[in-house]
C-alpha cells in the first residue's frame, strides 16, 4: 500500500511517514516491533480524536502493519 492511497492532513501525512521511516530503518526485529508499536499508538490516537473515519483508521493499521512485516522479513533474512 502506497501513502499516496491514503487521504490524510498534512501534519498527519509528516507524521505517518516519520514513523513509517522508523519501521523501515530499524536495525533490529526489536526496534522494528517498538517502531511498529508506535505508529500503532498514533493510529489508536487518531481512532480515539475521531481525527479519521472508520476506513481511514482500518487503511492506516494496515498500512503500518504492511511496513513492519516486509522489514520483519528483510531483518530476518
Request: charged letters at 20%; a negative charge; hydrophobic letters at 50%.
Amino acid at each position: 500500500m502506497l501513502i499516496e492511497t491514503l487521504t490524510l492532513t498534512e501534519p498527519v501525512k509528516r507524521q505517518v511517514v516519520r514513523l513509517l521511516n522508523q519501521i523501515e530503518q530499524a536495525n533490529s526485529m526489536i526496534q522494528a516491533v517498538k517502531s511498529g508499536a508506535r505508529a500503532d499508538g498514533f493510529v489508536l490516537g487518531l481512532e480515539a480524536a475521531a481525527a479519521l473515519d472508520h476506513s481511514g483508521i482500518d487503511s492506516l493499521h494496515l498500512f503500518f502493519e504492511t511496513a513492519l512485516e516486509a522489514r520483519l522479513k528483510a531483518l530476518a533474512q
